[in-house]
């Protein structure tokens, strides 16, 4: 099993120093029957976000990406867990922190992915495949996006089990 995530959230006193409003271990939220645990740790709902909200972000209701705003999420997938295909109307910045995964796209191409690898999503349709051993733990900083258009037809949420 993963470790939790602790996630410390910083904010303001009435003397305008910084200080330290939330430091909490985070429980997961287990999905698609075990398939993966993921762990929003904030989220905004709006771009650019007002940092004088006091609203603890990870406690805003999301899909995957919320609209208009972002979403760091940690995702954690046991060995040989598969996610469906699938399309976000957002840019997705997915770093693994550990393990192997792969992306697969639907055009059939795969990539490897080892620690400290980046991903740049772009509304493409693709999966995630834990091809290691151990559990893979990667990062998610969703940003809300227009959908992507091509030929006039336009590529939104989708999903493919």
């Known amino acids: 099993m993963p470790d939790k995530i602790r996630r410390i959230v910083t904010g303001h006193n ?19 029957d075990g ?27 999301t899909g995957l990406v919320c609209e208009g705003g972002t979403v760091l999420r940690f995702v954690d997938m046991p060995p040989g867990a598969r996610s469906p295909l699938h399309r976000t109307e957002s840019i997705d910045y997915g770093i693994v922190l550990s393990g192997e995964v792969e992306m697969e796209l639907d055009s059939g191409e795969r990539v490897r ?3 400290g690898n980046v ?4 509304g493409t ?3 995630w495949i834990n091809v290691g051993e151990d559990w893979a733990r990667m990062v998610f900083a969703m940003i809300d996006a227009k959908p992507v258009i091509i030929d006039g037809e336009t590529l939104g949420l989708e999903y493919r089990d």
């Open 35 to 61: 398939a993966a645990l993921f762990t929003k740790v904030w989220t905004t709902d709006a771009s650019p976000a007002d940092n004088n909200d006091d609203f603890d972000g990870a406690a805003r209701e």
């Open 14 to 32: 009435d003397q305008a120093e910084a200080v330290v409003k939330i430091d909490e271990v985070m429980e997961p939220e287990t999905i698609r």
């Open 119 to 122: 991903v740049v999503q772009r």
């Open 113 to 115: 992915l080892q620690p």
């Open 125 to 127: 349709m693709h999966a």
